[in-house]
């Protein structure tokens, strides 16, 4: 367990990022982390849990404006029922931002520096958390901390996976499992950013159309009238996040 702490603690601090460290479960924390740079960062740490099934890390950072692939949309009747959009590859040559071909479920979407986003690197194997009580477990966490913020209703139980306001999306959820070992994660959107809606238009996130989405800030002003800087808001969700996961796991 040692050497894995001190590997931890090099590879956070060869990428600059935040540790906060407990028995056995690290939170890294990053904002605007370059999203290939994170997602090497990811595959390290999915190796060195894969390895040592007691560890937990929790990744919560942003990213730069850019779009990720993933293996494809839902499946399922009630999935189809939504009426969801595939994206269209020829259309990728248009987009302002670039766009990644990535391993996780779900299919194109989106990231830019408005966003929170929670990577949870944990081992399936060590017979604490099954896929879909992992998802749970996150989604419930974030929807909980809004709450207490004074946002709601907030859902996750739903056929297309997400976390819902209403008819609105606030955040997308897709995971991808290496030897039974997670990555990727949840992204909220936190903050709006017009240009970042604006490309939304051209790629239909997760077979929806871009009236289908929307951000904390215009869902629950509240949220963001208590501070000059909105733009605080995201590490201090975070913070919120992560003495959840703390409270939750020790």
């Not at 929790?58 to 404006?65: A, D, E, T, V």
């Not at 996780?104 to 830019?112: D, K, S």
Request: proline content about 3%.
């Amino acid at each position: 367990m040692e050497a894995s702490k001190k590997f931890i603690l090099k590879l956070a601090d060869t990428y600059h990022c935040q540790i906060i460290e407990g028995n056995d479960t690290f939170f890294i924390i990053k904002w605007s982390w370059d999203y290939q740079q994170a997602l090497a960062f990811q595959l390290e740490m999915v190796q060195l849990v894969r390895i040592n099934r007691e560890i937990k890390i929790f990744i919560l950072c942003s990213h730069p404006h850019c779009f990720t692939m993933g293996r494809g949309l839902q499946k399922g009747k009630e999935v189809q029922q939504a009426g969801l959009i595939d994206f269209d590859w020829a259309q990728a040559s248009k987009l302002c931002y670039p766009t990644h071909q990535i391993k996780r479920g779900g299919g194109i979407t989106f990231h830019y520096p408005g966003q929170l986003i929670i990577y949870p690197i944990v081992n399936l194997g060590h017979g604490e958390f099954s896929v879909k009580s992992l998802i749970n477990f996150l989604a419930q966490i974030v929807e909980e901390v809004l709450f207490k913020r004074g946002g709601g209703p907030l859902s996750h139980d739903r056929p297309l996976l997400g976390i819902w306001h209403k008819d609105k999306k606030l955040a997308s959820i897709g995971f991808a499992l290496e030897h039974f070992v997670t990555y990727h994660g949840l992204a909220l959107n936190v903050l709006f950013d017009n240009t970042i809606f604006a490309e939304l238009a051209k790629i239909n996130p997760c077979g929806l159309g871009v009236d289908r989405y929307s951000t904390v800030e215009e869902s629950f002003g509240n949220l963001v009238a208590f501070s000059s800087n909105k733009e605080k808001l995201i590490p201090i969700l975070g913070d919120e996040i992560i003495a959840q996961i703390r409270e939750r796991i020790s």
